[in-house]
């Protein structure tokens, strides 16, 4: 949730000769969002304050007038006329109070649903073909025979089944079998050791189900609702991703500066719906509605929050370094950035089976969108609590781990070859035929 006291600032917002509201009205039209609400959300707040004003100064009028009552009855003098007075200032001081409720309501609703500022260093673009690439690291694999893609490899071997996941659920779920579920289960470990044992996270095990407080806090309520699972007989949701239950971690707590930086790396399953999405890959584990992934969480101070975005993206890729996948690194454009983020980078691997980079990991600086809407906060001394910076990245997604395996250690004879670094996790398994 953006600040509506910045829009109402007229500084220099970050030296961009703009001020916030201006910057702000050119971040919704880049995002592909009407400019316009920047106008309609400063006129409601002004004809909130304008109520809560004026119903300051009729509280001061039927003070005065009550006091004024007293001594007419002191005095035994008539007081019905300025009873009167007083009850028709009950009256107005109602009705303005009810108006003042609507329009914060009005405020808070259209708050909800305004994306984040994005970064003055965010690229402009309408969409993804405006990414810029930051780096690529590794060369994309070639072979002397025709690579295939990682569901024929995963069917002919049979360690990947989508017909018998489409009988017993429905499209987009898939049964891993042998070696395919054991290299699912060592990504998770190599990947929870990793981050845990030499960079520094905290391991955490999370909930699976959230309530409506925790999806609001993240940012996928309202406006990502449609996309979610929910349970019919109980107020929750399945994870999208363990953003939303280790985010809300610290939800309406206030910690101290002392302890920040707060890191923390956590596996869940996700669940999606993927609404929006229909015809796009529909073959394969690219886009399931249930798929396990390995998410790295930081509360950051302020002043920090974009030392840690670098560090937290770089532990993301040092997974990709180990598993010798070739991968490039790319900063989002403003039409293509997620609804949250302030900056954002996805890593994106290279799949040979389909001749293209593809997203396996997206490490955003949200700065105090979510945290202004979780209501976590860190203060410093003797000064008033602030708002921390959130920041999160896959560390990586696992199933799409699994098949940039499967496409880039592909033999001509259709089997595979395990990663070195996943070979003890495997129990010195080599090679999948």
């Given at each position: 949730?953006?600040?509506?006291?910045?829009l109402e600032n007229d500084s220099d917002y970050r030296e961009t000769g703009k001020s916030p509201a201006e910057f702000y009205r050119e971040v919704l039209k880049n995002r592909k969002d009407d400019s316009s609400k920047?106008?309609?959300?400063l006129g409601l707040n002004k004809e909130r304050k304008e109520a809560i004003t004026?119903?300051?100064?009729?509280?001061?009028?039927?003070?005065?007038a009550s006091q004024e009552i007293g001594k007419l009855k002191k005095a035994g003098e008539d007081a019905s006329g300025a009873m009167e007075a007083v009850a028709k200032l009950k009256e107005q001081i109602?009705?303005?109070?009810?108006?003042s409720e609507i329009k914060q309501n009005e405020v808070n609703q259209l708050l909800a649903e305004l994306p984040n500022f994005c970064h003055p260093s965010v690229p402009v673009g309408q969409d993804e073909e405006s990414n810029e690439i930051v780096k690529t690291v590794g060369e994309p694999n070639s072979f002397t025979f025709k690579a295939k893609e990682h569901h024929e490899i995963g069917e002919n071997l049979g360690i990947l089944d989508f017909e018998r996941a489409g009988k017993v659920t429905g499209a987009r779920f898939a049964y891993l079998k042998g070696p395919l579920a054991r290299l699912e289960r060592a990504l998770m470990q190599f990947m929870l050791d990793t981050h845990s044992e030499k960079n520094g996270y905290?391991?955490?095990?999370?909930?699976?189900?959230?309530?409506?407080s925790s999806m609001f806090g993240t940012g996928q309520l309202p406006k990502f609702g449609d996309d979610s699972f929910k349970t019919e007989k109980f107020p929750y949701y399945l994870v999208p991703t363990a953003e939303v239950p280790v985010t809300n971690y610290y939800r309406d707590e206030?910690?101290?500066?002392e302890e920040l930086p707060q890191r923390f790396v956590a596996y869940?399953?996700?669940?999606?719906?993927?609404?929006?999405?229909?015809?796009k890959d529909t073959k394969g584990l690219i886009r399931q509605h249930q798929f396990n992934k390995v998410e790295l969480m930081v509360f950051a101070h302020p002043e920090k929050s974009y030392e840690e975005h670098e560090r937290l993206t770089s532990n993301a890729e040092m997974i990709l370094e180990a598993l010798e996948l070739p991968y490039r690194r790319m900063s989002l454009c403003t039409g293509d950035i997620g609804f949250g983020a302030a900056k954002c980078f996805d890593l994106e691997v290279h799949l040979p089976g389909q001749g293209k980079y593809r997203e396996i990991s997206s490490c955003s600086n949200f700065e105090d969108f979510q945290a202004r809407r979780a209501n976590i906060r860190f203060k410093s001394g003797k000064n008033k609590p602030q708002f921390v910076h959130t920041l999160n990245g896959s560390g990586l997604a696992i199933g799409r781990t699994s098949l940039a395996i499967l496409e880039n250690y592909q033999n001509e004879d259709g089997s595979v070859r395990v990663p070195k670094v996943l070979q003890?996790?495997?129990?010195?398994?080599?090679?999948?035929k």
């Amino acid at each position: 949730m953006i600040d509506i006291r910045l829009l109402e600032n007229d500084s220099d917002y970050r030296e961009t000769g703009k001020s916030p509201a201006e910057f702000y009205r050119e971040v919704l039209k880049n995002r592909k969002d009407d400019s316009s609400k920047v106008d309609r959300l400063l006129g409601l707040n002004k004809e909130r304050k304008e109520a809560i004003t004026e119903v300051e100064g009729l509280k001061a009028e039927q003070k005065k007038a009550s006091q004024e009552i007293g001594k007419l009855k002191k005095a035994g003098e008539d007081a019905s006329g300025a009873m009167e007075a007083v009850a028709k200032l009950k009256e107005q001081i109602k009705s303005l109070e009810e108006k003042s409720e609507i329009k914060q309501n009005e405020v808070n609703q259209l708050l909800a649903e305004l994306p984040n500022f994005c970064h003055p260093s965010v690229p402009v673009g309408q969409d993804e073909e405006s990414n810029e690439i930051v780096k690529t690291v590794g060369e994309p694999n070639s072979f002397t025979f025709k690579a295939k893609e990682h569901h024929e490899i995963g069917e002919n071997l049979g360690i990947l089944d989508f017909e018998r996941a489409g009988k017993v659920t429905g499209a987009r779920f898939a049964y891993l079998k042998g070696p395919l579920a054991r290299l699912e289960r060592a990504l998770m470990q190599f990947m929870l050791d990793t981050h845990s044992e030499k960079n520094g996270y905290t391991e955490m095990l999370p909930p699976f189900l959230v309530n409506d407080s925790s999806m609001f806090g993240t940012g996928q309520l309202p406006k990502f609702g449609d996309d979610s699972f929910k349970t019919e007989k109980f107020p929750y949701y399945l994870v999208p991703t363990a953003e939303v239950p280790v985010t809300n971690y610290y939800r309406d707590e206030i910690l101290s500066e002392e302890e920040l930086p707060q890191r923390f790396v956590a596996y869940t399953p996700c669940f999606r719906s993927e609404a929006g999405s229909h015809g796009k890959d529909t073959k394969g584990l690219i886009r399931q509605h249930q798929f396990n992934k390995v998410e790295l969480m930081v509360f950051a101070h302020p002043e920090k929050s974009y030392e840690e975005h670098e560090r937290l993206t770089s532990n993301a890729e040092m997974i990709l370094e180990a598993l010798e996948l070739p991968y490039r690194r790319m900063s989002l454009c403003t039409g293509d950035i997620g609804f949250g983020a302030a900056k954002c980078f996805d890593l994106e691997v290279h799949l040979p089976g389909q001749g293209k980079y593809r997203e396996i990991s997206s490490c955003s600086n949200f700065e105090d969108f979510q945290a202004r809407r979780a209501n976590i906060r860190f203060k410093s001394g003797k000064n008033k609590p602030q708002f921390v910076h959130t920041l999160n990245g896959s560390g990586l997604a696992i199933g799409r781990t699994s098949l940039a395996i499967l496409e880039n250690y592909q033999n001509e004879d259709g089997s595979v070859r395990v990663p070195k670094v996943l070979q003890s996790y495997m129990g010195g398994l080599d090679i999948i035929k």
